[in-house]
């Protein structure tokens, strides 16, 4: 594995203006540069960023690595666009009215259940070992699990997702990242 120098870069209006930043194509943030090309998104980042570390965070065979990207689609099509309607009535970061916010809320629970049966005699979404299909559902829906996702429902209805998203918040990774998850 090649060693990889990462340099942070705030994105501001003469950044954004400069002509190396319109060569690279994209005005689309996260961003990262690499020797290769640049890649934007988050999910593709973190993909890039297990593949340099060789390990096992993207799947340990063709089945798993499928896996991964199957959670990770279910994460940006079905979990986040209802997520984000919820933080934005919760969060303030834009106009919703009171019948999309619920719509949203039972959307986001809804999808939380299918996330329950699939992780059904399961630490992991893969099973055993943890990767970073795990990682990335967890932190979308960590507001969710603090604020919107009452005791009851995740008691009664998604009781394999809480386990789940309580080991994923006390991995040392994230705590650093989020600090100590409270659940509501």
């Known amino acids: 594995m090649t060693e990889q120098k990462v340099q942070y870069v705030t994105i501001d209006k003469a950044v954004k203006e400069s002509a190396e930043f319109k060569a690279l194509n994209s005005d689309r943030v996260p961003m990262l540069k690499t020797a290769e090309g640049t890649l934007h998104e988050s ?4 993909k890039y960023f297990c593949a340099l570390a060789d390990n096992k965070f993207l799947g340990t065979n063709s089945v798993q690595r499928s896996q991964v990207d199957q959670w990770i689609a279910f994460n940006n099509s079905t979990i986040m666009p209802p997520a984000f309607k919820v933080y934005q009535g919760i969060f303030g970061w834009g106009e919703i009215t009171k019948p999309d916010w619920t ?31 795990d990682i990335i559902l967890s932190t979308s829906l960590l507001y969710a699990f603090q604020t919107a996702l009452d005791g009851g429902f995740m008691k009664n209805r998604a009781k394999n997702v809480t386990k789940w998203a309580t080991e994923c918040y006390k991995l040392p990774a994230m705590v650093m990242v989020h600090g100590i998850i409270q659940m509501a």
Request: proline fraction near 0%; charge should be negative; include cysteine.
């Open 43 to 46: 999910t593709a980042i973190c």
């Open 103 to 133: 719509a949203n809320l039972e959307a986001l629970k809804k999808s939380l259940t299918i996330l329950n049966t699939a992780l059904e005699g399961k630490q992991w979404l893969l099973g055993d070992e943890l990767s970073i299909a």
